[in-house]
């Protein structure tokens, strides 16, 4: 493929349930393990990105407590063979904020899974990686879109 040409494909699903999205989890947990890519998840304030992530992690062996990095803006797990940060810029002010707390390294040999990327516009790589969710009814409508990864 030549180089800066994006190879995409996008596939959706829908979760009647927490169980379901976290069978959704397991399943997306066994596509990343391993594999030290960026994920943009965005969705609504309680849309179920944070119930996606820490059921991606509980899937790839993570035994500790799995916090919502809302405070902290990153809460690192390190798993065998692989690092995961997971972000949540809801409350960043300025992009810059990254770079003062050495953002750039949290991106490099991980895989990283951010919420509210929009905060972080001019200053994130693009994904690898973009889920969205929203709310269809009682249902979430989870939309995984691949970009220049293997699927």
Not at 9 to 22: A, D, M, N, P, V
Not at 94 to 116: K, N, Q, T, V
Request: a negative charge; aromatic letters at 8%; proline letters at 5%.
């Amino acid at each position: 493929m030549p180089r800066g040409l994006k190879m995409s494909s996008t596939e959706t699903h829908l979760c009647g349930s927490e169980q379901e999205t976290l069978e959704l989890a397991k399943l997306l947990a066994e596509r990343l393990s391993g594999k030290k890519i960026l994920v943009y998840l965005e969705g609504d304030l309680g849309a179920g990105k944070t119930t996606l992530v820490r059921g991606v992690l509980r899937a790839m062996g993570c035994e500790t407590k799995i916090k919502s990095p809302t405070y902290t803006l990153v809460e690192t797990y390190d798993l065998p063979g692989l690092r995961v940060n997971h972000f949540d810029l809801y409350r960043m002010e300025d992009p810059e904020e990254l770079e003062f707390m050495g953002g750039r390294e949290y991106f490099e040999d991980a895989l990283c899974f951010i919420e509210w990327p929009e905060k972080g516009t001019g200053w994130l790589p693009d994904p690898d990686l973009y889920i969205g969710i929203s709310m269809h009814g009682n249902a979430r409508q989870i939309a995984l879109k691949w970009q220049n990864s293997p699927t």
